[in-house]
């Protein structure tokens, strides 16, 4: 089953500075598959693209998908006017670059872009593809997130724990509930079961899962928890 809500809210703009203005509003969807990612107002998702260079303090944004092919596939998100958060987006992470003639979004440094194929409201179908000289990402709303992976969080949360812990990490009968718990938390006690330490009275049950853990596995995990089981 696909399920997909899209939050995205475009907020009124602001007095614009120019007539023609029109502000791009980035928002937040959620499926079952992907947890909480970026779409536009319309509810498309937009991606980054790990062959761009991130902007940073002192550095702009290097934005290298730049032949015809690549943005026919994958066209740049463009705003005139700074962008607004939606709901679920965090307006601390917008940005913006400047590339040509244009104003291309950015979030946490990253520039932002469309996948050619998927529509509105619909399951995103560029997610982890590769192509251009880059692997193409889903954009997660928190900066925590962003610098771990969301959707192989949710497979090994789906392989690995939910048939204890529950489909929503609400737990069953004497398997504690993961939800609502930040991440920082969840990294610790998996670490902490993978060092073979006791915490509860049943954690000889939760150190062989944790044991086949890698610290990349226990931040993607850790990270999908928090963020999507409120
Ligand atoms: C075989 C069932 C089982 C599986 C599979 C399992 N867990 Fe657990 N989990 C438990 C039990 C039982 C506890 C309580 C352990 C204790 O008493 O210390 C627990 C505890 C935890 C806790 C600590 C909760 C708290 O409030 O202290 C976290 C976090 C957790 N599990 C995450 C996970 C994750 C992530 C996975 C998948 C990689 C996973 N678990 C897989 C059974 C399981």
């Given at each position: 089953m696909q399920r997909v809500i899209s939050t995205a809210v475009a907020l009124a703009l602001a007095?614009?500075?120019?007539?023609?203005d029109d502000a791009i509003s980035i928002g937040v969807a959620q499926s079952e598959k992907f947890g909480h990612y970026l779409t536009d107002a319309e509810g498309r998702p937009v991606y980054s693209f790990t062959a761009d260079t991130r902007a940073s303090p002192d550095q702009q944004a290097e934005i290298s998908c730049s032949d015809e092919d690549c943005l026919e596939a994958w066209p740049l998100v463009a705003t005139s006017g700074d962008p607004e958060a939606g709901e679920g987006s965090d307006a601390a992470l917008l940005g913006s670059t400047n590339h040509g003639n244009q104003q291309i979004v950015t979030y946490n440094g990253w520039p932002l872009y469309h996948f050619a194929s998927d529509a509105p409201g619909?399951?995103?179908?560029?997610?982890?593809l590769e192509s251009f000289g880059g692997e193409w990402r889903l954009v997660a709303p928190s900066a925590q997130a962003m610098a771990t992976d969301l959707p192989v969080g949710a497979k090994i949360y789906a392989d690995a724990c939910a048939q204890c812990h529950g489909p929503a990490g609400q737990g069953m009968a004497s398997f504690p509930s993961v939800?609502?718990?930040?991440a920082h938390f969840i990294a610790s006690r998996l670490g902490q079961y993978r060092a073979g330490e006791t915490i509860g009275s049943n954690s000889a049950l939760m150190m062989p899962v944790a044991s086949a853990l890698s610290d990349e596995d226990i931040a993607n995990l850790a990270a999908f928890v928090s963020a999507d089981f409120q």
């Open positions: 007095t614009p500075v120019f007539a023609q619909e399951e995103p179908q560029g997610y982890g939800a609502g718990k930040n």
